[in-house]
T-cell receptor, first 111, second 114 residues
């Protein structure tokens, strides 16, 4: 019940295309859903996050779509660029206590 | 504000040895978590310390231990190293905003066990 399932494991997208990464959770008590971006040799960095009372959040080319009834949320990267090539992790938090990460998606944008 | 710092950045050890990794959180952050990252397993939670006390613990053997000091700096120790311990060890400091947690990761320590 504490898991966050992330798919796909890896993704290849043409430059200019839309990259979509999906996550699903079981525990309805999760109260915050961040996405992290990790470049090789670096630690993950917070990219964008959403609370469950919001259905969509957009920051530049990055959008989180949140479906509370389906217990799913997804990251959309519009106009994907080679510089977006990285590993992306979704996560879910429970108050001040736990943060549960998905297993990550390795995204490669073809130039 | 300086970010989360980890030392050393790279470490090579042999099987059976022990290792200590260090993490300094962002100033003012009292919570420090440790993760093991391997290509097949993603981010695996090791433990979290808050105000010098272990608050949460993942499913790792007792060879993995940690501690936190009064200045919030944290150390992680792995004893009797095994080949499978080769990984990127990430430290993260966490700030509770009152509504949600913001977690900030360090660059990691790359441990190679030969």
């Amino acid at each position: 019940q504490q898991q966050v399932k992330q798919s796909p494991q890896s993704l290849i997208v043409q430059k200019g295309g839309i990259s979509i990464i999906n996550c699903a959770y079981e525990n309805t008590a999760f109260d915050y859903f961040p996405w992290y971006q990790q470049f090789p040799g670096k630690g993950p960095a917070l990219l964008i996050a959403i609370r469950p009372d919001v259905s969509e959040k957009k920051e530049g080319r990055f959008t989180i779509s949140f479906n509370k009834s389906a217990k799913q949320f997804s990251l959309h990267i519009m106009d994907s660029q080679p510089g977006d090539s990285a590993t992306y992790f979704c996560a879910a938090t429970l108050g001040d206590d736990k943060i549960i990460f998905g297993k990550g998606t390795r995204l490669h944008i073809l130039p | 504000k300086a970010g989360v710092t980890q030392t050393p950045r790279y470490l090579i050890k042999t099987r059976g040895q022990q290792v200590t990794l260090s993490c300094s959180p962002i100033s003012g952050h009292r919570s420090v978590s440790w993760y093991q990252q391997t290509p097949g397993q993603g981010l695996q939670f090791l433990f979290e310390y808050f105000s010098e006390t272990q608050r949460n613990k993942g499913n790792f053997p007792g060879r993995f231990s940690g501690r936190q000091f009064s200045n919030s700096r944290s150390e992680m120790n792995v004893s009797t190293l095994e080949l499978g311990d080769s990984a990127l060890y990430l430290c993260a400091s966490k700030l509770w905003t009152g509504l949600y947690n913001e977690q900030f990761f360090g660059p990691g320590t790359r441990l190679t066990v030969l």
